[in-house]
């Protein structure tokens, strides 16, 4: 399992909700998600948290569908 380190976040992208018009097929919404793993320095979000993030300040994994940013990037919480 991938850890995080000092100030960073693991995020797992969130999916784009069914909708009845055609989308294509990458259907991950690009700028939020549900944090999995914090570094040691972060303090504003926990694991489990629904957070959006500042778009292109984002690491993206060879896992699927995860990202890693700082904490700075973090724009705010939002409940599902």
């Given at each position: ?48 948290d629904h957070i959006i993030f500042h778009r ?25």
């Amino acid at each position: 399992m991938l850890h995080a380190v000092n100030d960073r976040i693991i995020v797992l992208l969130d999916k784009k909700p069914d909708s009845p018009l055609f989308l294509p097929e990458d259907l991950t919404i690009r700028n939020q998600g549900v944090v999995q793993d914090i570094g040691p320095n972060v303090s504003e979000v926990a694991v489990g948290d629904h957070i959006i993030f500042h778009r292109f300040d984002e690491l993206e994994l060879p896992q699927d569908n995860l990202v890693v940013v700082r904490e700075s990037s973090v724009l705010g919480r939002y409940e599902k």
